[in-house]
């Protein structure tokens, strides 16, 4: 069973995950994580934190001579911030002029987590509560990254809306989106003409002390069909993939292909067309995202993700007190003002370890060239139509 586990603290010493359930002989080194950790730090909107910071990954279990072993992998990322805040964070004894958070951030985790968990200093949720986690959930999905290219299958992201402005380069299969062109932009966006009105916004939304979100899309190619399956509810890959892309911090809503564009529109516009061709099964379209009855088709795997405003902004929202329950200002701690271009790499993190997750259950081993073996026999066997002829 593959399944991930992270741990840490914004301000703490570091951030930690565990991996377990990979099939040892995956090649894997850490230029291999850190070229993805620096690519969540890049992006027009970003705050001072991400000038402290430079996350670099170590293995600390799991991995030797560049494979992995097969047994738990244990990846940590130290934050260098921790000098400035030893006092304040520090596991054994808190300083007695520590001062406590109080007033609650409207959008934040604080007011519930607070609640929850019986907290009378804000700081004890907002250091878990923060994007900052989302660093160990790249370093994951670096990893799933991997094995997924092991087995040929790349993934890629790009924006398509931040606040009111959208770009006009949207996925329509393998060559549609210039990646190289996103991953150039400081916003991430194919798209030429939109890349300096959404430069703007962020400015503008700046200079009023308050933030924006925006709208994310990654896709997965060189998928097999019958990753999922139907027959339950919690297997359904296309259930899974929303589950994880809804997990990302700020993300309020996920679609899988055309999603809500869809449901404005009659089935016959809908539903993509079958065909066979050279390679086997194929689609004339993809409006479905390139998942079917909860099984991916063989096209390529596209969803979209939208984030919201981040809720720490400069010129806070009125609020109140945790304790005194009086009227103030919410709570203003060190922040971005747009991290829609830095969701591109973590949706596409999501979407590696749900597909890598869907990938061992199927083709399972405990090797990679085990797996292999399971996949490439079961692909041979699709490109023949995959169907087990009826006994007479």
């Known amino acids: 069973m593959f399944r991930f586990l992270t741990a840490g603290e914004s301000h703490g010493k570091g951030l930690l995950a565990i991996i377990e359930g990979l099939p040892a002989g995956i090649p894997l080194r850490a230029e291999d994580v850190d070229v993805q950790l620096a690519r969540r730090q890049q992006g027009y909107g970003r705050g001072g934190r991400m000038q402290i910071e430079k996350d670099q990954v ?129 916003v991430r966006v194919a798209d030429p003409a939109s890349e300096a009105a959404m430069i703007q916004a962020i400015e503008e939304a700046k200079e009023a002390g308050d933030t924006l979100g925006g709208i994310i899309e990654v896709a997965a190619e060189g998928l097999p069909i019958g990753l999922g399956s139907h027959v339950h509810w919690d297997r359904r890959l296309d259930a899974r993939i929303a589950w994880y892309l809804m997990s990302i911090h700020t993300v309020k809503a996920v679609e899988v292909g055309d999603g809500f564009a869809g449901a404005a529109r009659r089935g016959s516009q809908v539903h993509d067309i079958i065909a066979w061709g050279p390679e086997g099964w194929e689609h004339r379209t993809n409006r479905a995202g390139g998942v079917v009855g909860g099984m991916t088709n063989g096209a390529p795997v596209v969803a979209r993700a939208a984030l919201k405003p981040i809720s720490t902004l400069r010129e806070p929202l009125p609020s109140v007190d945790l304790v005194t329950k009086e009227e103030v200002r919410a709570h203003y701690e060190r922040s971005d003002v747009c991290v829609v271009p830095a969701g591109v790499v973590i949706g596409e993190a999501m979407l590696a370890i749900a597909l890598a997750e869907a990938m061992l259950e199927k083709f399972g081993g405990d090797s990679l060239a085990e797996v292999k073996r399971n996949y490439e026999g079961y692909v041979a066997t699709c490109r023949l139509g995959g169907v087990a002829l009826p006994r007479e």
């Open 58 to 186: 170590e293995f600390v279990s799991g991995v030797r001579g560049g494979y992995t072993l097969g047994s738990p992998v244990g990846l940590a990322v130290q934050n260098r911030d921790w000098v400035n805040w030893t006092k304040i964070m520090d596991a054994a004894e808190v300083a007695e002029d520590t001062k406590r958070v109080t007033r609650l951030r409207p959008g934040h985790a604080d007011l519930p987590g607070a609640v929850k968990y019986g907290h009378a200093d804000v700081r004890n949720v907002l250091e878990r509560a923060s994007a900052r986690e989302t660093t160990m959930r790249v370093a994951v999905g670096a990893v799933c990254r991997t094995l997924l290219a092991q087995l040929g299958i790349a993934l890629h992201g790009h924006v398509v809306r931040i606040g009111a402005v959208a770009s006009a380069a949207v996925y329509d299969g393998p060559g549609s989106v210039d990646w190289e062109r996103a991953e150039q932009s400081p």
